[in-house]
């Protein structure tokens, strides 16, 4: 028998941990929650299992909340050992809880509770079945604390300040400071020196009296204490995570930023796919679809997936849009379509199904006359912090409404909806196609324009962008977008590390993998140059010293750790390594390695699923001659010089 | 300037309380959460106030919650004192609460926090008034602790028994019980001396250990506590209320059952209308219905029936139907105009609207293909626990449907709701009228039949109670109804007191106020003859002993202090006084004594709203000969022996 696991409403784990989470965020002393709204749990729950007692037994039914149980329809209060005799038995329990999560565990000799059981927010409807964690096996275990994993890190140097002591804990950590104080102090934050030691600029601090203390979680390498202080030592808190890619080529310095791009990942990869570990520490979707990716490259967590999109769909009714942003909405959508298009995943994928066609439903009730995205009242057209002319309807929006109508078709045959759904959402995104073509396409240009009402046909590199990843357009139109728009000097360059990998994927996709290498070596190299220990929000080679460190007008406002900043593991996995899923499920793969500027390269890429649940790899090695390959899945092709090869699991394939 | 108010996300403080509510029933030592689904309120509430200072001063937020503040754009934290210059300002306010009801306090010199403030569950539409109640001025006042009053009261007996100490109070209360014992001992509650004794079958008790105990509040009037005790008191806990109505008549009997009528339903209203102290302490719409009616007959608590309709209705999506009965929830939006009919008070319909048209919407798309309310998975059709044919589409429950469609129609026109959604209603209203008579009148037996489907031709008296007291029938048809059916000895008598009160309103409707009042000394005065403090759930004259305090197979099941059992405080008012509003808001009313068996009665009101915003109230006194009316509201008109006379404000009218 497995081990009883906590149970609850499923998602509703997700909902109370993105409040927590969405209420933790600090500056300057002051408390700064997300601005967008938030779905809430369900109080009321109520859970059910039709189970078979081989023989007399027993079962306790456990509550983090007011609860009582049916045995067959009798009522047994919680804690207590109920006899239940050989035979088939209904059990039922009802739960309240006006202040948190609620959930159960069932202690028996012959029933676990587990994600089999339905649930449901009221009293019927019990069709969909609870949600579990596996971190919650013991009846000591509290759902309303995440399953975090606690390593001691000592300070790697100590040094007097004329403002206090200053410890250095060597790298980039998110971590509870303990220490003790006989008298009051300040701990000053920094994951920079100067962030920690400019107190009248440093961003995250705090102020304690005496005593022993563990502060809260915080994002740092350096704390200046203002005092006295014994037993300083930091507690680096983390998901625990298998990274099962690795990479490392000619250059060294590539794997170093691999390796730095992992931990600054790992660091961002908690209970959801967080933007960044100082400052907003929030779930954003626009930087969480990048790193979906990147995790599929690097941890292939899915439940890390799983838990980020539970928690950005919130719950219907959709009042507003994802972050409150209308590129994040489709985001969402799309990124909900690649979780599948990876995992297969049919049981997440029929969860969230009504959660993401509420939100579609939301966007389509918000599109203008001509089915395209404009901007209502609490609207924020984003796309990027970049010169875009905003003027009505907006090419880029429209490029991912496309996407999402298709995603939305093609998760909607997934889960057997209706054909009269599947062939909504399809005519929508053609008659969308033939309107943006119409619309945005500047034949003089030949580029799509940012907007067709300003007048002033501006063209920025975004539509082109996302014309090119989601096959908006043929290749012959995608290289000519590369020509005309990516390789073109004169059209505004991507100033932002979100965009740019977005940029950087187009340009992979159509074959210019050296462009992302030498970007790899400058941009990402440059930081790691400059001392980083994990990779930042943005990095301008032309800036120096401190200056590096502002950002939204704070003296240390950017972030040194930000999870957008991982994007060569995705880039090199995807496009140098070159593995891709090809069919649902990752039932097929392709490995096309394209070496680019590296003479040799050495990599491991998670693929797939094995038999054991477990995530698939792809070993690849070049060494400027031949080519080695080995895969522990079934279903992969290795493509190279033109030619393909089955790859056998568990068989290298070597091409000479 | 007023006083700051706390405030809320509107409707969420009912929310919140309600979940809380509801997890606190308890039996036999366990836990009995309320089975049906319940709301959650809004994590994450912004709030928002343009506000003039006419010099420069300042502004304090504070919140239960973290939050930040941002005046005019710029962001501060709460609890700092923020400079605030002479001028028009933009206050937000951004919220988040993981574990209850979000909410802000505003200090200042020249601004105070109140219902006037904007709120919204995201960024945008603020196009919602906050919340906010009277109770909640002070800095360090909960919003998360009902304010409820209470009173010391000291037993008025002690008594040593072979199990312990029985106490007895005097009367029925719902108060906390304090003492202090040295060693563990156990409290056993009732409402009877029986029930507090009988301690194998007491249905509520509680084991504490050494100590000074306050213990949770429940109801009771004996005390048995099993271990030697000090200090031993009760604190009663009301909600503070104001008893406007009074009657007395030549029987002193009345008096006295009037009174405790009174007292009953001041135990029973609490945070919401409850259905009895004792046992479910849960809020039924049914219950609640006839509740808003006594209520306005009694203490004109216009916030007490607010607060109950508002946790009701919870919020959208509509999961189920309320407390899962089809019925119950046609009763609410029922209840909902009549309230509005009664108060005018028009921002507390436009704040429900939306979520009456949601619960609405959800009956109708539950409906059958010819519009009739039917069993859908998870409903529960009620009507009365009575010998009803529930084959099939049910007559009660149609009749109650069509008053649904009629009060969604007056309620939409009165928010301003577009002409085509107020015909819709109309539209159905009326086919469905006709639908009725077609398959529900049986003129043979000149009667509703419960079932056409069965083919029994059942007829019971729900139906026909329902459509004198809703004008589903003309006068005739009504009296006809009242013969054939309700002075018909062979249909099924009513047995439930909630039944009961509709059949008395239906008959005192038509005039037989006589029933009603022997009905008030028979059943009502039985029980007060039987000693009874409170008014009971049930009474049957022909039991004896401890056989009356048994039900639903418990021997203490019974409630003896019911919410429903204050009917003749409506009964004497609405129909023996004859008060009754004539229009919207009450603004003209009608005053027509019908003193039937008495021969003499003097009696207050209350009715309408005076220009103070507290309830107004009529002062009638029949002496035999001569009547006298006295209102402190305009448009009353009193109808005596066929003639009417107009009230003046403070003028008393007197016919001889």
Known sequence: MEKSRWIWYPGDYEIYHSIKLHSRREEYGAEYPCFWGMANVYPRVNFEKNASFERDGYLIIHANCKCYVLLDGRRYPRGERIAVPAGNHN?????????????????????????????????????????????????????????????????VSVEKTSGGTLYDFGRELFAKLDFGCESGLTAYYGETVEEATDTANTLIFEKVGAGEHSLVPRAFRYVLLTGEASGVKAELELVHEEQIA??????????????????????????????????????????????????????????????????????????????????????????????????????????????????????????????????????????????????????AEQILLWQAHNAMAWLTEAVGGAKSDVDLCNKRADSLKALIN????????????????????????????????????????????????????????????????????????????????????????????????????????????AEHYGMYGMRYGKSLCHAWGSGPVYLLGRYCVGVRPTSVGTKTFEVAPRPGLYRSFDAVVPVGTRPDGKPGSVHVAYDGRSLRALADIPGGTLVWEGREYELVPGVETKID
């Open 438 to 545: 119409e619309k945005y396409w500047d034949n003089e240009k030949q580029a799509f324009i940012d907007s067709f009402t300003s007048g002033r046909r501006h063209v920025t590199r975004h539509a082109a962008i996302f014309a090119i990843l989601y096959d908006f357009v043929d290749k012959k139109t995608a290289d000519l977008l590369v020509e005309k728009v990516l390789e073109n000097d004169s059209i505004t360059k991507i100033t932002t590390p979100y965009f740019e990998l977005y940029e950087l994927m187009a340009l992979c996709k159509l074959g210019h993998i050296e462009y992302a290498q030498n970007m790899i070596d400058s941009y990402w190299g440059g930081m790691l140059k400059l001392g980083a220990t994990s990779i930042w929000e943005q990095y301008d080679p032309t800036q120096s010293g």
């Open 246 to 395: 690795k990479f490392s080529c000619d250059r060294p310095e590539v794997e170093k930023i691999f390796d730095v791009c992992a931990y600054t990942f790992h660091l961002n990869s908690r209970e959801f796919l967080l933007d960044g570990i100082k400052r907003d520490r929030w779930c954003w979707s626009g930087d969480a679809y990048q790193s979906y990716m990147v995790n599929d490259y690097l941890f292939a967590d899915r439940a890390l997936n799983r838990r980020t999109i539970t928690a950005l769909y919130g719950k219907p009714p959709v009042l507003e849009h994802i972050n409150t942003i209308n590129d994040y909405s489709a985001l969402l959508i799309i990124g909900t379509w690649e979780y599948y298009f990876t995992t297969g995943d049919i049981d997440f994928i029929r969860f969230i199904y009504p959660r993401a066609k509420a939100l579609y439903d939301f966007i389509v009730s918000r599109l203008d006359e001509n089915g395209l995205v404009v901007s209502r009242p609490g609207d924020w057209i984003f796309i990027d912090w970049s010169d875009i002319d905003k003027d009505g309807p907006l090419c």
């Open 91 to 155: 059990i039922q329990v009802v739960t309240i809880k006006y202040d948190g999560l609620p959930a159960i565990y069932c202690e028996s000799d012959q029933l676990i509770s587990d994600r089999s059981w339905k649930c449901s927010p009221g009293t019927s409807f019990r069709d969909v079945n609870a949600g579990d964690e596996p971190a919650y096996t013991s009846l000591n275990d509290n759902v309303e604390v995440f399953p975090f994993e606690y390593t001691v890190v000592e300070p």
